[in-house]
C-alpha cells in the first residue's frame, strides 16, 4: 500500500457535507498537532476562508482549468512543504466543465496531483444501497483511487459499523471516518455559498473535531506528510509592476481575494498595500492601480454608500487611474446597487451602471478572455445596459465595461493565468 503525503476529499453530489467532513477532519489533525497544508479545488473563496481559520496559513485554489494541471502541480507541492495536504474537492467526484470527470473536475484534479481521494457519501436513510452506488464511483475512478469512505448523517454507531462491514466484505474501499446528524454542526449559507469566518457564531472546531469518528490506524497507514522532493519548478514571472504600487480592496465587503493572485502581483515587482472602503480608509496617495475584488457590497450597502473611499475611487478613475474591478468590486464603481430588499443605494458612481440583486443565480461559469487571462463567473445581480464600450473580448460571459483606464466585469480572474496580461491591465505599460 502507497503511502500519500495528501489527498482529496471529494463526495457523490454538493451538498453532501463535504465542507463539514473536511473543516472535521482539518480541525481533528491540527488538534493533534500534526501540520496540515490546506487547498481548495475549483475557484471557490468562501471554503478556504474557513481552511485559513483552522490551518492559521493560506489555502490555495488548485483548479485543471482555470490554474492548468502544470501549475496545480507545482502549486500544491511548493504550499504543502513537509505538510500533509488537504484538497477539498469541488461538487460531485466527476462534476466538472467538460464530460464525466473531465477539465475542472475533482476527478482531473487527482489525477493531476497523483493523489487518492476520500469519498463523502451522505447515509442518512440508507444501508446497503451503499455498495452499489460506492461500487459505481469506484468502477468510473480512472487515472486515480478512491482510497477511503468518510460517511456523513450516520444514525448510530451500529448504523456505522453496518457501513464498514458491508464495504469490508464487497472488497471495496474502508469505511475512514464517519460523522453523525448533530445538526449544530452544519454550516450557515447563504446566496454565494457558506458565510464566511467572523459572520456568524463561529463553529467550535474542537466540537467538530470530536464529532468525526475517524478510524486512525487505517488514515495513519494511507496517508503521512513526506518533505517535498527536490526544487519544485515554477513559473519565472517578469517583473512588469516592478515600481508600481497596487492598492488592493480587502475588508467584509471586498474579499473574494485569491493568495496566488497577491503573490503573483509581488512576484511581478508590485508593491501591495490594503485598504478598507466599508472602513472608510484613505485611497493610499502612492496608488499606481487599484483592485476592487469581489464580496458582498450588497450586505454592506448602507456603509458603503456613505464611504469617502469612493469617492477618492471615483476621482481616482476620473483622472485617468488604473482599476480593475470584479463583480462586487464592479457594483460598488456604479451609481446605484439595489439590495435584496429592494432598497437602492448610491455607490462610487464612477461607471454609469445601476446592479441588482437577484433571488436567482444571474451568472455561473468558467470564463477565457482572448488574451489568455483566466477566471470565473458567480454573481446573483444583474446590471443595467448602459453605452460604455466592453472591456474583454470572450466566446461567452460578461464582457465588462471599459471607460479610460478602469476595467469592470462579473469575471474573478486568475492573475497567474497570464501574468503579462493583468500587468497590462494594472497599467504596467504606463510607466
Given at each position: 500500500?502507497?503511502?500519500?503525503?495528501?489527498?482529496?476529499?471529494?463526495?457523490?453530489?454538493?451538498?453532501?457535507?463535504?465542507?463539514?467532513?473536511?473543516?472535521?477532519?482539518?480541525?481533528?489533525?491540527?488538534?493533534?498537532?500534526?501540520?496540515?497544508?490546506?487547498?481548495?479545488?475549483?475557484?471557490?473563496?468562501?471554503?478556504?476562508?474557513?481552511?485559513?481559520?483552522?490551518?492559521?496559513?493560506?489555502?490555495?485554489?488548485?483548479?485543471?482549468?482555470?490554474?492548468?494541471?502544470?501549475?496545480?502541480?507545482?502549486?500544491?507541492?511548493?504550499?504543502?512543504?513537509?505538510?500533509?495536504?488537504?484538497?477539498?474537492?469541488?461538487?460531485?467526484?466527476?462534476?466538472?466543465?467538460?464530460?464525466?470527470?473531465?477539465?475542472?473536475?475533482?476527478?482531473?484534479?487527482?489525477?493531476?496531483?497523483?493523489?487518492?481521494?476520500?469519498?463523502?457519501?451522505?447515509?442518512?436513510?440508507?444501508?446497503?444501497?451503499?455498495?452499489?452506488?460506492v461500487k459505481g464511483f469506484v468502477d468510473a475512478a480512472d487515472g486515480f483511487v478512491i482510497a477511503g469512505i468518510l460517511a456523513n448523517q450516520v444514525g448510530s454507531k451500529h448504523h456505522a459499523q453496518r457501513l464498514a462491514d458491508w464495504l469490508l466484505d464487497h472488497n471495496l474501499p474502508p469505511l475512514i471516518g464517519w460523522m453523525g446528524r448533530e445538526e449544530s454542526l452544519i454550516l450557515q449559507?447563504?446566496?454565494?455559498?457558506?458565510?464566511?469566518?467572523?459572520?456568524?457564531?463561529?463553529?467550535?472546531?474542537?466540537?467538530?473535531?470530536?464529532?468525526?469518528?475517524?478510524?486512525?490506524?487505517?488514515?495513519?497507514?494511507?496517508?503521512?506528510?513526506?518533505?517535498?522532493?527536490?526544487?519544485?519548478?515554477?513559473?519565472?514571472?517578469?517583473?512588469?509592476?516592478?515600481?508600481?504600487?497596487?492598492?488592493?480592496?480587502?475588508?467584509?465587503?471586498?474579499?473574494?481575494?485569491?493568495?496566488?493572485?497577491?503573490?503573483?502581483?509581488?512576484?511581478?515587482?508590485?508593491?501591495?498595500?490594503?485598504?478598507?472602503?466599508?472602513?472608510?480608509?484613505?485611497?493610499?496617495?502612492?496608488?499606481?492601480?487599484?483592485?476592487?475584488?469581489?464580496?458582498?457590497?450588497?450586505?454592506?450597502?448602507?456603509?458603503?454608500?456613505?464611504?469617502?473611499?469612493?469617492?477618492?475611487?471615483?476621482?481616482?478613475?476620473?483622472?485617468?487611474?488604473?482599476?480593475?474591478?470584479?463583480?462586487?468590486?464592479?457594483?460598488?464603481?456604479?451609481?446605484?446597487?439595489?439590495?435584496?430588499?429592494?432598497?437602492?443605494?448610491?455607490?462610487?458612481?464612477?461607471?454609469?451602471?445601476?446592479?441588482?440583486?437577484?433571488?436567482?443565480?444571474?451568472?455561473?461559469?468558467?470564463?477565457?478572455?482572448?488574451?489568455?487571462?483566466?477566471?470565473?463567473?458567480?454573481?446573483?445581480?444583474?446590471?443595467?445596459?448602459?453605452?460604455?464600450?466592453?472591456?474583454?473580448?470572450?466566446?461567452?460571459?460578461?464582457?465588462?465595461?471599459?471607460?479610460?483606464?478602469?476595467?469592470?466585469?462579473?469575471?474573478?480572474?486568475?492573475?497567474?493565468?497570464?501574468?503579462?496580461?493583468?500587468?497590462?491591465?494594472?497599467?504596467?505599460?504606463?510607466?
Amino acid at each position: 500500500m502507497r503511502v500519500s503525503p495528501g489527498f482529496i476529499i471529494a463526495a457523490t453530489q454538493s451538498r453532501s457535507g463535504k465542507t463539514t467532513m473536511t473543516m472535521a477532519l482539518m480541525a481533528r489533525l491540527v488538534r493533534d498537532h500534526h501540520a496540515i497544508a490546506p487547498f481548495k479545488a475549483g475557484p471557490d473563496y468562501l471554503d478556504p476562508a474557513w481552511h485559513r481559520e483552522i490551518a492559521k496559513r493560506p489555502s490555495y485554489n488548485l483548479d485543471t482549468f482555470m490554474v492548468g494541471p502544470h501549475a496545480c502541480r507545482s502549486l500544491f507541492h511548493e504550499k504543502r512543504g513537509d505538510a500533509l495536504g488537504i484538497v477539498e474537492g469541488v461538487m460531485g467526484l466527476y462534476d466538472g466543465k467538460t464530460g464525466v470527470g473531465g477539465v475542472g473536475s475533482t476527478a482531473d484534479l487527482a489525477r493531476v496531483l497523483d493523489l487518492p481521494v476520500l469519498l463523502v457519501v451522505n447515509v442518512r436513510g440508507m444501508a446497503g444501497s451503499l455498495i452499489p452506488l460506492v461500487k459505481g464511483f469506484v468502477d468510473a475512478a480512472d487515472g486515480f483511487v478512491i482510497a477511503g469512505i468518510l460517511a456523513n448523517q450516520v444514525g448510530s454507531k451500529h448504523h456505522a459499523q453496518r457501513l464498514a462491514d458491508w464495504l469490508l466484505d464487497h472488497n471495496l474501499p474502508p469505511l475512514i471516518g464517519w460523522m453523525g446528524r448533530e445538526e449544530s454542526l452544519i454550516l450557515q449559507e447563504r446566496h454565494l455559498g457558506l458565510t464566511l469566518p467572523g459572520e456568524t457564531i463561529p463553529p467550535d472546531f474542537h466540537r467538530l473535531a470530536d464529532a468525526l469518528n475517524l478510524d486512525w490506524q487505517l488514515f495513519s497507514q494511507r496517508f503521512s506528510p513526506t518533505p517535498a522532493q527536490g526544487p519544485v519548478e515554477s513559473n519565472k514571472i517578469e517583473p512588469l509592476l516592478c515600481g508600481r504600487t497596487v492598492a488592493v480592496a480587502q475588508d467584509a465587503a471586498f474579499n473574494f481575494i485569491y493568495p496566488a493572485n497577491v503573490e503573483c502581483l509581488q512576484q511581478m515587482g508590485g508593491h501591495v498595500i490594503f485598504f478598507s472602503p466599508l472602513a472608510g480608509d484613505p485611497l493610499p496617495a502612492s496608488s499606481h492601480a487599484v483592485w476592487l475584488p469581489g464580496g458582498y457590497p450588497e450586505l454592506f450597502a448602507e456603509r458603503l454608500s456613505t464611504s469617502p473611499t469612493l469617492t477618492d475611487i471615483r476621482e481616482f478613475g476620473l483622472r485617468g487611474g488604473v482599476i480593475l474591478a470584479e463583480c462586487g468590486g464592479m457594483m460598488a464603481l456604479g451609481s446605484q446597487l439595489v439590495d435584496h430588499h429592494g432598497t437602492s443605494w448610491p455607490m462610487a458612481g464612477l461607471l454609469p451602471i445601476r446592479t441588482t440583486m437577484t433571488p436567482r443565480l444571474a451568472g455561473l461559469g468558467y470564463r477565457e478572455e482572448v488574451s489568455g487571462v483566466r477566471g470565473h463567473e458567480f454573481h446573483h445581480s444583474i446590471r443595467e445596459p448602459c453605452s460604455l464600450p466592453p472591456a474583454f473580448v470572450m466566446e461567452r460571459g460578461d464582457l465588462g465595461l471599459r471607460l479610460g483606464n478602469v476595467r469592470a466585469s462579473y469575471v474573478h480572474w486568475y492573475f497567474p493565468s497570464a501574468p503579462k496580461v493583468i500587468a497590462d491591465w494594472l497599467g504596467a505599460s504606463k510607466t
